[in-house]
């Protein structure tokens, strides 16, 4: 079960728009998908900040396992019969504590299991019902940390790859060194480099990289 969790991961990283790329800072994160459906508790916890590709891997791991993707404003209601595996996405703010404590209980009851994929830790949610509370705080909680120099490079190389830009590998290990060091910054180095491309009709080179990375940093509020 695991290495066929694991080779999904492995062959939608090689295709598709939203290309997953496994590496050290989503490593835990994968392993801990891949050991299901034996977790140790009911629900785990995957977080980690905006853009960092938490999302699509749970969409990876719902899509293997048959995962029932929950509408977090609308959880099914106590009587309905639960799903052996279920999604919440995003699982913060919570819309409804009754609703998933009801939900938790009954998959733990049928040894089902839920994801549920958010920005922080359960530890840090405020949560109002204390069972809710103690029940996700002890639940296994795994984080997708920073990208390296190497997922970095490769998903700016992805970015450009969507948008239909060539960048020569000098303008890559040119913002691998220059830029914030986040998914996030990635996503809006890039979408800013295609503007002024478009905007000039110019290539994107180290020059024009430069400039846009100097601009953003002009841009940032004092004290960010």
């Given amino acids: 079960m695991t290495e066929q969790l694991l080779l999904a991961f492995e062959h939608r990283a090689a ?4 290309d997953f790329v496994p590496a050290p800072c989503n490593r835990d994160a994968l392993a801990w998908l891949a050991r299901w459906p034996d977790w140790p508790a009911p629900a785990l916890v995957l977080y980690g900040p905006p853009g960092c590709g938490k999302s699509h891997m749970a969409r990876i791991w719902a ?4 995962a029932c993707r929950l509408d977090p404003a609308a959880l099914p209601a106590p009587a309905a019969e639960p799903p052996r595996a279920a999604l919440l996405d995003p699982a ?6 009754l609703a998933l404590l009801q ?20 530890a840090a949610w405020p949560i109002r019902l204390p069972d809710l509370a103690s029940r ?5 909680a795994v984080a997708i940390g920073a990208p390296d120099d190497a997922l970095l490079a490769a998903l700016l190389v992805k970015l450009f790859d969507d948008r239909q830009l060539a960048v020569s590998e000098g ?21 800013a480099l295609d503007r002024h491309s478009l905007r000039d009709r110019r290539p ?9 990375l100097a601009t953003q940093t002009d841009q940032q509020p004092e004290g960010g």
């Fill in 171 to 191: 303008v890559i290990s040119y913002l691998v060194r220059h830029m914030e060091r986040s998914f996030a910054a990635a996503r809006a180095v890039v979408e």
């Fill in 63 to 66: 899509a293997y396992s048959g």
């Fill in 204 to 212: 994107v080179t180290v020059a024009l990289a430069r400039g846009v």
């Fill in 92 to 97: 913060e703010p919570l819309a409804d504590e």
């Fill in 136 to 140: 996700l705080r002890a639940a296994p």
């Fill in 103 to 122: 939900l938790y209980n009954r998959l733990r009851e049928q040894a089902g299991h839920l994801l549920l994929v958010a920005r922080r830790p359960a």
């Fill in 15 to 18: 295709s598709g728009s939203e």
